[in-house]
T-cell receptor, first 115, second 109 residues
């Protein structure tokens, strides 16, 4: 099993550009989480899906952020337009939600720099 | 709204000694607690967990303690090894999973 796969590993873009981050879940997992890591707030939950349905997007900072799960194994996080304060490491994580206690498996993250 | 707090950004201990990492939470609905370990340029990886019905869980050198009345949990590493040097995140779960800001542990040889 390849684990959770994120792409790209690094993204450098200019303010105002659209950024798309991608995530492939572990096969068989049915929950998907997007987190953002910053020095000040640590790992901040942005949104999570269960069975392709967004359950809680209250952590999404602004309307500039959107996330989708077009199918059971893939998700995108889009920022349009991007701003320098969006610079952070973005992680996605997946789990098998078959009860209450679940472990998340994280990808290696996307380091985003908005200039 | 930080529901999970790790108030120590860093901790340094000598090899062979005990490392104690602390975590506080505010939401009494949390019923499952976890510790994750993160190396540079990698995603966090699961280390150990504890259900709210327990107050202690041990796995080798790692022990997690839960004090529900104080809404506090801690991770003990005994003995600490240089390979334990990493950022440790505390997490708490009910429907979703919330993380603290992390504590950077440095174990000196």
């Amino acid at each position: 099993d390849a684990g959770v796969i994120q792409s790209p590993r690094h993204e450098v873009t200019e303010m105002g550009q659209e950024v798309t981050l991608r995530c492939k879940l572990i096969s068989g997992h049915n929950s998907l989480f997007w987190y953002r890591q910053t020095m000040m707030r640590g790992l901040e939950l942005l949104i999570y899906f269960n069975n392709n349905v967004p359950i809680d997007d209250s952590g999404m900072p602004e309307d500039r952020f959107s996330a989708k799960m077009p199918n059971a194994s893939f998700s995108t996080l889009k920022i349009q337009p991007s701003e320098p304060r969006d610079s952070a490491v973005y992680f996605c994580a997946s789990s098998l939600k078959d009860g209450r206690n679940e472990k998340l498996f994280f990808g290696s993250g996307t380091q985003l720099s908005v200039l | 709204d930080q529901q999970v707090k790790q108030n120590s950004p860093s901790l340094s201990v000598q090899e062979g000694r005990i490392s104690i990492l602390n975590c506080d939470y505010t939401n009494s609905m949390f019923d499952y607690f976890l510790w994750y370990k993160k190396y540079p340029a990698e995603g966090p990886t699961f280390l150990i967990s504890i259900s709210s019905i327990k107050d202690k869980n041990e796995d080798g050198r790692f022990t997690v303690f839960l004090n529900k009345s104080a809404k506090h949990l801690s991770l003990h590493i005994v003995p600490s090894q240089p390979g334990d040097s990493a950022v440790y995140f505390c997490a708490a779960s009910f429907n979703d999973m919330r993380f603290g800001a992390g504590t950077r542990l440095t174990v000196k040889p």
